[in-house]
């Protein structure tokens, strides 16, 4: 064997090798690329969104991460919120059911106790958590809303628990559907889209966004709704109040007749 037969096999494998490397350099390159569109939004740690560096920091100063986990992940005295989405976060402490002070049935309705800013920021940070989750609706325009087939929809679907009117009434272990004459028109849209406790959730299929705001111009035209007089009925609808006049009506007239009768 010459030297230039040897050098030749030589400079080929350095140039294999060379080539190869270039290969593992590029697929090296194509799986970060890869990673980078395929992999979850940025982790919150590493995010430099401010709302939700801020929202992080909330989670922890108002103990929700002391119950649902320092990442939501859930734990023996809380749900895991990855995938719950904004809307939840914002019901749920926008009524002030969160955070949870003491353990009961179910979370009572309190004043919020942070702004609407703070609670923005929080579900921003929440969304990081993981994908999914209904986002805050928008409930413009619900006033246009038919409010006769908003009443219709809710006698089906939401009266067996809240009552007729919305006033609320129990369940069973303790547990109630309340009135709904303090919630907001959002607030009611977010219930029907998360569900919280034992009520169920109203997905677009089962109730579209236009019947939606249609139940939620009900629920507020119903509250606004003075009495007409005397005492409250219940406001059931006006057959019940003819019907009661007339039994007290037909009661005076039996009085009425029983006592011309006992003077005869
Ligand atoms: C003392 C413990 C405790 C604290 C503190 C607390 N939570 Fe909760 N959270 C619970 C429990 C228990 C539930 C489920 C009970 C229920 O839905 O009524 C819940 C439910 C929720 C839900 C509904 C989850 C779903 O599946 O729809 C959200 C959202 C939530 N919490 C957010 C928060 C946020 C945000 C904070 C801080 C501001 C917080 N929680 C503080 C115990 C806690
Ligand atoms: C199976 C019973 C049930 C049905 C049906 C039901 N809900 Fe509820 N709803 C509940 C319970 C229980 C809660 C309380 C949840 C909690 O405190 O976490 C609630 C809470 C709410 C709230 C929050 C009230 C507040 O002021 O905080 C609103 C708004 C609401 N429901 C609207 C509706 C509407 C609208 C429908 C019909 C589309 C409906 N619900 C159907 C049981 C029900």
Same mark, same amino acid.
């Given at each position: 064997m010459t030297s230039s037969t040897l050098a030749a096999p030589g400079a080929g494998g350095r140039r294999r090798r060379l080539a190869s490397a270039a290969i593992v350099l590029v697929a090296l390159g194509l799986l970060t690329l890869l990673y980078s569109a395929l992999a979850p939004r940025g982790s919150a740690a590493s995010s430099s969104d401010p709302d939700v560096i801020a929202g992080r920091d909330l989670f922890v100063k108002f103990s929700?991460?002391?119950?649902?986990? $320092?990442?939501? #992940?859930?734990? /023996?005295?809380?749900?895991?919120?990855?995938?719950?989405?904004?809307?939840?976060?914002?019901?749920?402490?926008?009524?002030?059911? $969160?955070?949870? /002070?003491h353990h009961s049935a179910q979370a009572p309705r309190k004043r919020?106790? $942070?702004? #609407?800013?703070?609670?923005? /920021?929080?579900?921003a940070y929440v969304a990081t958590l993981g994908p999914g989750g209904p986002p805050v609706p928008d409930v413009t325009g619900y006033q246009n809303a038919d409010v006769a087939f908003g009443g219709a929809l809710f006698r089906t679907n939401c009266a067996q628990c809240h009552n007729f009117v919305g006033a609320g009434g129990e369940l069973t272990y303790g547990k109630y559907a309340p009135s709904l004459a303090e919630a907001t028109p959002t607030q009611i849209y977010e219930a029907m889209v998360t569900g919280p406790e034992n009520m169920p959730v109203f997905g677009d299929k089962t109730l579209t966004p236009d019947q939606k705001l249609a139940i939620i111009n009900y629920v507020k035209s119903v509250r606004s709704q003075a009495d007409p007089g005397g005492e409250g009925l219940g406001r059931i609808g006006p057959v019940s109040e003819t019907l009661a006049g007339i039994l007290v009506g037909l009661g005076?007239?039996?009085?009425?007749?029983?006592w011309v009768g006992s003077r005869a």
């Open positions: 929700c991460a002391s119950c649902h986990g $320092m990442n939501g #992940e859930g734990g /023996q005295r809380a749900p895991s919120l990855i995938g719950v989405g904004p809307a939840a976060v914002d019901f749920q402490v926008g009524t002030g059911r $969160m955070p949870l /002070q919020p106790v $942070m702004t #609407e800013a703070q609670i923005h /920021q929080l579900a005076l007239c039996v009085g009425a007749a029983l």
